[in-house]
């Protein structure tokens, strides 16, 4: 079965910086694609990030130039780099098992979630 558990949230100063870890399971990290969505409240879940299999990379909105994914296939742990965080980046962040189609740069998730890490930036 797919276990991802997330860890590395906490609360910062607008301008600081986090970096989120995902740990998962098995072969999860060199046989799928990957993502970070966040949720703040009274939102839909967004995806922010998108790691692919084959290392193909995608930031979204407001996070560019800002977040940086990585992996490393030995710890079998998906990073997620928070530089400049901003009060909006306030939010429970999740890692997500899915398709990356990096021709159209569509990611379709799966139903596969982490626990959630909560990121809180004060002004």
């Known amino acids: 079965q797919v276990q991802l558990v997330e860890s590395g949230g906490g609360l910062v100063q607008a301008g600081g910086s986090l970096r989120l870890s995902c740990a998962g399971s098995?072969?999860?990290?060199?046989?799928?694609?990957m993502a970070w969505y966040r949720q703040a409240p009274g939102t839909q879940r967004e995806l922010v990030a998108v790691?692919?299999?084959?290392?193909?990379?995608s930031l979204k909105g407001s996070v560019k130039g800002r977040f940086t994914i990585s992996k490393d296939n030995a710890k079998k742990t998906v990073y997620l780099q928070m530089n400049d965080l901003k009060p909006e980046d306030t939010a429970v962040y999740y890692c997500?098992?899915?398709?990356?189609?990096?021709?159209?740069?569509?990611?379709?998730?799966?139903?596969?979630w982490g626990q959630g890490t909560q990121v809180t930036v004060s002004s």
């Open positions: 997500n098992v899915g398709r990356y189609y990096s021709g159209s740069d569509y990611y379709a998730p799966l139903d596969y």
């Open positions: 790691m692919s299999s084959t290392g193909s990379t």
């Open positions: 098995g072969s999860i990290f060199s046989r799928n694609d």
